[in-house]
């Protein structure tokens, strides 16, 4: 048996869409026996309800959150004292964030930006305000103006944080030094009883790179930055060219 894992945006989908031929790729490769993660950063609400049809398990929210079915795997959730730490580096740097529990997202930024905010999650999920004392959330994301706000946040994070940019949009995924996707991965595996060298991982950006070398077999999208690319094991096509399914075929794993 094998595991394989793949990051959603960029790699296995755009938005909630999945290519067709990555759709049936999937099917087959379970139909096989191999189990498939999804490895995200997004929350476990988000990818049971948009992504539960094409997985086995998901690793959630940056590898601090896994879980298979109705077993939870692996449960990290930031301390008290992490989350204060972080709201007050950001508010240093005068960035906007959100910090995600399984279910709710918490958003801090400008008012007449959070409908567009909350429209990337589910209805409802996103909520205006935090109370660090009262909730116990697994990652953030943080907002800003520009690349040169970008630049000064992540300056004020380094050597704490992993900062995930969303391409052209003013947002980014935050790693919190520590635990990550590849944390996840190699635990999950270890669970499971399966080797190392039968995981394969799929991804496309910066927080996808502990992912693809902790796996036994790293593959980056097409896509992808060049800085994972230079990394990866194998590089696929893009993913409306069917990078799912190359992939896959490259390792023989689907026909």
């Known amino acids: 048996m094998n595991l394989v894992f793949f990051d959603i945006d960029g790699t296995l989908a755009i938005g909630r869409k999945v290519p067709e031929s990555a759709e049936k790729a999937l099917k087959e490769l379970r139909g096989n026996g191999d189990l498939v993660f999804i490895c995200t950063g997004r929350s476990l609400s988000y990818v049971t309800r948009n992504f539960g049809q094409y997985a086995d398990g998901f690793i959630c929210s940056n590898g601090r959150l896994a879980v298979k079915g109705d077993e939870?795997?692996?449960d990290h959730p930031l301390?008290?004292?992490?989350?204060?730490?972080?709201?007050?580096?950001?508010?240093e740097a005068e960035s906007g964030?959100?910090?995600?529990?399984?279910?709710?997202?918490?958003y801090v930024w400008r008012d007449d930006l959070f409908e567009a905010n909350a429209g990337v999650w589910?209805?409802?999920?996103?909520?205006k305000g935090i109370d660090p004392?009262?909730?116990?959330?697994y990652n953030f994301d943080i907002y800003f103006n520009d690349?040169?706000?970008?630049?000064?946040?992540?300056?004020?994070?380094?050597?704490?944080?992993?900062?995930?940019?969303?391409?052209p949009h003013l947002s980014a995924d935050?790693?919190?030094?520590?635990?990550?996707?590849?944390?996840?991965?190699?635990?999950?595996?270890?669970?499971?009883?399966?080797?190392?060298?039968?995981?394969?991982?799929?991804?496309?950006?910066?927080?996808?790179?502990?992912?693809l070398e902790a796996a036994g077999h790293g593959i980056a999208m097409g896509n992808a930055m060049e800085e994972l690319k230079e990394k990866a094991e194998y590089v696929t096509t893009p993913i409306l060219e069917d990078g799912v399914l190359n992939g896959l075929r490259h390792y023989g794993l689907v026909k």
């Open 174 to 211: 935050v790693t919190i030094l520590g635990i990550d996707k590849g944390t996840a991965l190699v635990h999950v595996a270890e669970k499971l009883g399966v080797p190392i060298e039968n995981t394969y991982a799929f991804g496309d950006g910066i927080n996808d790179l502990c992912m």
């Open 79 to 91: 301390s008290t004292e992490q989350v204060r730490e972080m709201i007050g580096l950001l508010e």
């Open 147 to 167: 690349t040169e706000h970008r630049l000064r946040i992540e300056e004020k994070l380094r050597g704490k944080c992993l900062v995930n940019p969303h391409g």
């Open 133 to 137: 004392e009262n909730v116990r959330p």
């Open 122 to 127: 589910d209805p409802g999920f996103l909520k």
């Open 97 to 106: 964030y959100a910090f995600f529990e399984r279910n709710s997202g918490w």
């Open 72 to 74: 939870t795997l692996y």
